[in-house]
T-cell receptor, first 115, second 113 residues
Framework: DGGITQSPKYLFRKEGQNVTLSCEQNLNHDAMYWYRQDPGQGLRLIYYSQIVNDFQKGDIAEGYSVSREKKESFPLTVTSAQKNPTAFYLC??????????????FGDGTRLSIL | GQQVMQIPQYQHVQEGEDFTTYCNSSTTLSNIQWYKQRPGGHPVFLIQLVKSGEVKKQKRLTFQFGEAKKNSSLHITATQTTDVGTYFCAGRARTSGTYKYIFGTGTRLKVLA
């Protein structure tokens, strides 16, 4: 079955530590996205990538970094500069990207907490 | 900045009652998508509306896109316990020479049996 796999499901971060969230898709989609979801709020875009080796900042990119070395993979690093990282992180993909009107497919998410 | 507001934030209904959530944008949208997120789950795409005044139905769900393409609604007739979840709209808007999707704040629906 095609889909998006996020790992781990739960992650704990210590003060001053960088952590990396994994996102892999086998849908052959060009575009991938990272969102942050906080209680009572909608999804806020952190970073997106339209194509391999290219990515753009979203609305709340500060304290985060990404890479897109392979079409299938779009890992997100939460750096120590992100002072309030506790949230639910969702990875998504779409066939073409924000220039098209294709729907986004989401992974099951990673819940990140501070120790 | 551009915003997409959704109301209400929460809604509790008795099973069998109807439910409506509204999505309002500060800017004209090229299209709007609706997603459903079950408790503990991830958003799942429901439908997309593109044309001004468009109405689409999926069984008990009716979706509308406003004439000005700035608002949308989702109406569920005769709710069931399986309808529980958070419903999000996502409007596609042009900003700074590019398009982006702006997600609404979501409406959390609880259905009481």
């Amino acid at each position: 079955d095609g889909g998006i796999t996020q790992s781990p499901k739960y992650l704990f971060r210590k003060e001053g530590q960088n952590v990396t969230l994994s996102c892999e898709q086998n849908l052959n989609h060009d575009a991938m996205y990272w969102y942050r979801q906080d209680p009572g709020q909608g999804l806020r875009l952190i970073y997106y990538s339209q194509i391999v080796n290219d990515f753009q900042k979203g609305d709340i990119a500060e304290g985060y970094s990404v890479s897109r070395e392979k079409k299938e993979s779009f890992p997100l690093t939460v750096t120590s500069a992100q002072k309030n990282p506790t949230a639910f992180y969702l990875c998504a993909s779409s066939p073409d990207g924000v220039y098209s009107n294709q729907p986004q497919h989401f992974g099951d998410g990673t819940r990140l907490s501070i120790l | 900045g551009q915003q997409v507001m959704q109301i209400p934030q929460y809604q509790h209904v008795q099973e069998g009652e109807d439910f409506t959530t509204y999505c309002n944008s500060s800017t004209t949208l090229s299209n709007i998508q609706w997603y459903k997120q079950r408790p503990g789950g991830h958003p799942v795409f429901l439908i997309q509306l593109v044309k001004s005044g468009e109405v689409k139905k999926q069984k008990r769900l009716t979706f509308q896109f406003g004439e000005a393409k700035k608002n949308s609604s989702l109406h569920i007739t005769a709710t069931q316990t399986t309808d529980v979840g958070t419903y999000f709209c996502a409007g596609r808007a042009r900003t700074s020479g590019t398009y982006k999707y702006i997600f609404g704040t979501g409406t959390r629906l609880k259905v009481l049996a």
